[in-house]
């Protein structure tokens, strides 16, 4: 079945070490995105890439880094310069080849807490 | 710049009711794409409804409707006689066709259902 996967689901990290989180899709998708939610909050877009090897920075992306090396894959790292990580990290692609009314598919997230 | 508000955080309702959740836009994109997604407690991301910006008429999809305003710049949605299993968080998200292909999400509107 295709889909979007995010790993692991629950991640804790001890202050002032880097970690990283999956998200693998394969549904063919150009556009891949990391949001962070906040409890209660909204999605704040950290990075998006709408191409293999290239990438842009969204509305909250100090502290955060990517990479774009493959089609199905999008790493998001949360290093020690974030400063508040403790959030759930939600991952999606879209087909963005032309048409508007293809909706974005999201993974489970990944809930990240900082001991 | 693209800039989605929803200025309900939270909504209750009576079963059965209908349901009014308020999304307003600003883009200066002629072409845009408007969505609608539930989120339940799990965290998961669960697509609703689509809204294109030359669509002549309202988007529906069951119960969902999209109340689309063009000259307002208003994408509402209504759920038409609420049932329990629609007490989760509710986001709008917009996408430009020309650019970076951004999609980007409101702050959300909490929506809880009294039996």
């Known amino acids: 079945d295709g889909g979007i996967t995010q790993s692991p689901k629950y991640l804790f990290r001890k202050e002032g070490q880097n970690v990283t989180l999956s998200c693998e899709q394969n549904?063919?998708?150009?556009?891949m995105y990391w949001y962070r939610q906040d409890p209660g909050q909204g999605l704040r877009l950290i990075y998006y890439?709408?191409?293999?090897?290239?990438?842009q920075k969204g509305d909250i992306a100090e502290g955060y880094s990517v990479s774009r090396e493959k089609k199905e894959s999008f790493p998001l790292t949360v290093t020690s310069a974030q400063k508040n990580p403790t959030a759930f990290y939600l991952c999606?692609?879209?087909?963005?080849?032309?048409?508007?009314?293809?909706?974005?598919?999201f993974g489970q997230g990944t809930r990240l807490t900082v001991v | 710049a693209q800039k989605i508000t929803q200025t309900q955080p939270g909504m209750f309702v009576q079963e059965k009711e209908a349901v009014t959740l308020d999304c307003t836009y600003d883009?200066?994109?002629?072409?845009?794409?408007l969505f609608w997604y539930k989120q339940p407690s799990s965290g998961e991301m669960i697509f609703l409804i689509y809204?294109?910006?030359?669509?002549?008429q309202n988007a529906t999809e069951g119960r969902y409707s999209l109340n689309f305003q063009k000259a307002r710049k208003s994408a509402n949605l209504v759920i038409s006689a609420s049932q329990l299993g629609d007490s989760a968080m509710y986001f709008c998200?917009?996408?430009?066709?020309?650019?970076?292909?951004?999609?980007?999400f409101g702050q959300g509107t909490r929506l809880t259902i009294n039996p």
């Open positions: 999606a692609s879209m087909d963005v080849r032309g048409h508007l009314n293809t909706e974005a598919f």
């Open positions: 549904l063919n998708h150009d556009a």
């Open positions: 890439s709408q191409i293999v090897n290239d990438f």
């Open positions: 809204q294109g910006s030359y669509d002549q």
């Open positions: 883009t200066s994109d002629p072409s845009y794409g």
């Open positions: 998200a917009m996408r430009e066709i020309q650019g970076a292909q951004k999609l980007v």
